[in-house]
């Protein structure tokens, strides 16, 4: 019997993990109560975090985010877009990748519009992707720095923490952000 060819594995390895992202998605309050502990911890990891979101138009929040890949990668989560510090929407993001990689990596992502204007562009949106519809400026905070207005100055900036597991990405490039209807 003829073995199939890795690529073909690997294909279906990753059609296997969407289509369990998708039928395992998450209730609102479970949703909910990832994001408040993954706002909690961002505020506690980084000094001016609590000021920051109050300042931002909105801001989007993924409090687990996995990535698995075997040659093909694929990557989703489920979050809220927040506006004035409530619950606005119910997001997903999705991307993929296709290159050297093998693992898996769960991580939290915070996105926030510091500006009316980048806010209202993502709402006027019909499935929101970083590098096509926007961009978003990555902000690595080492220990001990602080964020404010002075050291982040662009529309859109986002925040990945948390991360856990074997697989090392630090990009948004690609992901998709498209609404979720969980009334």
Known sequence: MRK????AIALGFVAAFLVSATALSASAEKIDAG??????????DVKGGEIFLDQAAGYLVFPRVIKVGIGIGVE???GVLRIRGRTSAYYRTTSGSIGLQLGAQAKSIIIAFMTQ????KFLSSDGWKVG?????????????KTIDS????DPVVGFIFGSKGLMYNLTLEGSKFTKLDKS
């Open 117 to 120: 204007a980048a806010l209202d």
């Open 4 to 7: 199939p060819p890795k690529f």
């Open 150 to 153: 002075q050291n982040v100055s």
């Open 132 to 144: 096509v519809d926007g961009s978003v400026a990555l902000i690595d905070i080492g220990a001990g």
């Open 35 to 44: 994001v408040r502990k993954a706002i909690e911890v961002f505020k506690q």
């Open 76 to 78: 989703s989560g489920e």
